[in-house]
């Protein structure tokens, strides 16, 4: 969820205005989604490098998470909707931490969307904690440095779970990554959208979606047609 700040200088309001633009964006989206034919819907709400913005800035986007769960929770719990919020715990707030794992509890038994928040999230950070956890069960003798595969960390990651990505899309016209899940995106499609986030609509999403499905896919192997036309 990108162009918050850019939204609000263009009408020249305060960059917090534009987070809580954004946070009626993510609103309408997951609201959406289904209907799109989304099942699994993960979205970047703060990194580990959003630290490094001014202190009110960092506060205002620590709100929007408890102010989203508050306002939003019961329609999430009723539409089947199931939370999981993935991050770094680390310098988060007591009471986001508890809102977060109650947003989790109360719709756990839920299956028509899985809304995955990455919040204090870091594809890096996330890639050196599986790391770390798989090197203290090595340490502690309940694994063996031959039992790690590429499933066997994927399984160690925050994602654990989650099917990989097919689509990763970015709206404020940035054409990068900026540490989003960088294992998980291995194959995945990117599509780049002109939109600064508080203005994405579903109609954006479902424009996306029609670039995707005009992609080949191939993960690095040939499509069948091309194998027999070689013979
Ligand atoms: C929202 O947009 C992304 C968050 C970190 C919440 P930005 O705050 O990055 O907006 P721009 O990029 O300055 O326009
Ligand atoms: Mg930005």
């Known amino acids: 969820m990108d162009g918050n700040g850019r939204w609000a200088k263009r009408r020249g309001l305060p960059r917090t205005v534009g987070h809580q633009a954004g946070a009626e964006a993510l609103k309408r989206i997951v609201q959406a989604a289904p209907d799109l034919g989304i099942r699994w819907l993960t979205?970047?709400?703060?990194s580990t490098?959003?630290?490094?913005?001014?202190?009110?800035?960092?506060?205002?986007?620590?709100?929007?998470?408890?102010?989203y769960f508050r306002s939003d929770l019961p329609r999430l719990e009723r539409e089947g909707v199931r939370v999981r919020v993935i991050g770094r715990e680390g310098?988060?707030?007591?009471?986001?931490?508890?809102?977060?794992?109650e947003a989790e509890a109360r719709t756990a038994h839920n299956k028509s969307l899985f809304l995955t928040i990455a919040f204090n999230y870091g594809g890096q950070a996330d890639?050196?904690?599986?790391?770390?956890?798989f090197a203290e069960e090595v340490a502690a003798g309940r694994a063996k440095p031959s039992d790690l595969d590429?499933?066997?960390?994927?399984?160690?990651?925050?994602?654990a779970g989650l099917p990989p990505p097919d689509l990763i899309v970015r709206p404020s016209g940035e054409q990068r990554l900026s540490n989003f899940v960088l294992w998980e995106a291995a194959y995945a499609e990117f599509v780049f959208q002109d939109v600064l986030w508080p203005d994405y609509a579903p109609e954006h999403l479902k424009a996306a979606i029609a670039e995707y499905h005009t992609r080949d896919r191939r993960y690095g192997a040939v499509i069948a047609d091309d194998v027999l036309a070689a013979g």
């Open 49 to 67: 490098e959003n630290w490094s913005r001014p202190v009110a800035e960092v506060a205002e986007l620590m709100a929007l998470p408890q102010r």
């Open 150 to 159: 590429e499933a066997a960390f994927a399984g160690r990651l925050s994602t």
């Open 91 to 101: 310098g988060l707030s007591r009471d986001l931490l508890a809102m977060c794992r």
């Open 127 to 133: 890639i050196a904690d599986a790391a770390r956890r």
């Open 43 to 46: 979205v970047f709400g703060f």
